[in-house]
């Protein structure tokens, strides 16, 4: 039963990850004085990303569904890596000179790190509930 699960793309669950994620990850952000005015930017910031996402999930989903820890571990990894990158190269090194995008970039990353585990989760607690049945 759970080959044939994993055959399916979980499209709800990423979708549920997504938005679970952008939600609790902004949370810190909203006891500051920049809360909602930065979650709309971040929002427009993370639709192309989430979008080139998506479309790489529904290509290899079978390989993601049946090691969701592994995929969410590299996305996770190769989208700190993008933020660093463009940290560094939007600022020029330095906190001073910070740019906009930059700054929505940078504030993404925890809402990254909770999407990504919460589809890992997610995946996992479905497995399981199928092989109970």
């Not at 810190?28 to 996402?53: E, R």
């Not at 592994?70 to 996305?75: E, H, K």
């Not at 993008?82 to 001073?96: E, N, R």
Request: with cysteine; net charge positive; aromatic share 18%.
């Amino acid at each position: 039963m759970n080959d044939s699960f994993l055959r399916e793309p979980q499209v709800e669950l990423f979708f549920q990850a997504y938005f679970i994620g952008l939600t609790l990850g902004h949370l810190p952000f909203f006891f500051d004085g920049i809360g909602f005015i930065a979650f709309m930017p971040k929002f427009i910031v993370s639709l192309p990303i989430v979008f080139v996402l998506f479309v790489f999930y529904r290509v290899n989903y079978i390989e993601i569904n049946s090691r969701p820890f592994l995929w969410s571990s590299i996305i996770f990894i190769v989208i700190l890596l993008l933020i660093v990158a463009a940290f560094l190269l939007l600022s020029g090194g330095s906190i001073q000179r910070l740019t906009l995008l930059a700054f929505f970039l940078i504030i993404s990353l925890p809402s990254v790190l909770v999407a990504c585990i919460y589809f890992t989760v997610m995946i996992r607690l479905r497995l399981r509930g199928k092989a109970i049945r």
